[in-house]
């Protein structure tokens, strides 16, 4: 079966400092991946998606940056965190089923900063 | 017009009650709709899903989609207080985005 993971759960991290939030996935080859970012008391705001190794597309303009450096792993980074960065990060993959993308979540990052 | 959206609630049910949550969207084009359960804290988790236009039930839940007025809603029959937590509404956008609505927080008093 396939699980995902993410680490780690819950960081707190002063302003400007760097960031990094890794995701993996087991059990499926070549999944797309996604990262969200949800904003306490917020709806899902779609960061990054990835259909496949290196090919990674930004769905909003901000300091953070996505990587996919092996087919099922995903990265989340920044080089100097915001204020505004704070909240609670979802990792997730998909694969095709009945023509649609059925996405499953990690269990989250819940990031603040101070 | 946002992309998908829900009416945030709070959605007060009694116990028993049908609860009602609804979501509209803007892409004619969208063929594919999810709702996801998110309890306070954690991840959301996918309950339904449907792609034809009519309804789809499964257990307690039933999903109703009318692509002609860009609609989806989810029905909670016999509601409980373990059913107390955020429906998203979700929709796949071209190039195999999922769109997600703010939520819509749902409270099932015993």
């Known amino acids: 079966s396939q699980t995902i993971h993410q680490w780690p759960a819950t960081l707190v991290q002063p302003v400007g400092s760097p960031l990094s939030l890794e995701c993996t996935v087991e059990g499926t080859s070549n999944p797309n991946l996604y990262w969200y970012r949800q904003a306490a008391g917020r709806g899902l705001q779609l960061l990054f998606y990835s259909v496949g190794i290196g090919q990674i597309s930004s769905e909003v303009p901000q300091n953070l940056s996505a990587s996919r450096p092996q087919d099922r792993q995903f990265i989340l980074s920044s080089k100097k965190l915001l204020l505004s960065d704070s909240g609670f990060y979802l990792c997730?993959?998909?694969?095709?089923?009945?023509?649609?993308?059925?996405?499953?979540f990690g269990a989250g990052s819940r990031l603040t900063v101070l | 017009q946002k992309e998908v959206e829900q009416n945030s609630g709070p959605l007060s049910v009694p116990e028993g009650a049908i609860a009602s949550l609804n979501c509209t969207y803007s892409d004619r084009g969208s063929q594919s709709f999810f709702w996801y359960r998110q309890y306070s804290g954690k991840s959301p988790e996918l309950i339904m899903s449907i792609y034809s236009n009519g309804d789809k039930e499964d257990g307690r839940f039933t999903a109703q989609l009318n692509k002609a007025s860009q609609y989806v809603s989810l029905l909670i029959r016999d509601s409980q207080p373990s059913d107390s937590a955020t429906y998203l509404c979700?929709?796949?956008?071209?190039?195999?985005?999922?769109?997600f609505g703010q939520g819509t927080e749902l409270s099932v008093k015993p």
């Open positions: 997730a993959w998909s694969v095709l089923s009945s023509g649609a993308n059925v996405l499953t």
């Open positions: 979700a929709v796949n956008y071209q190039g195999g985005k999922l769109i």
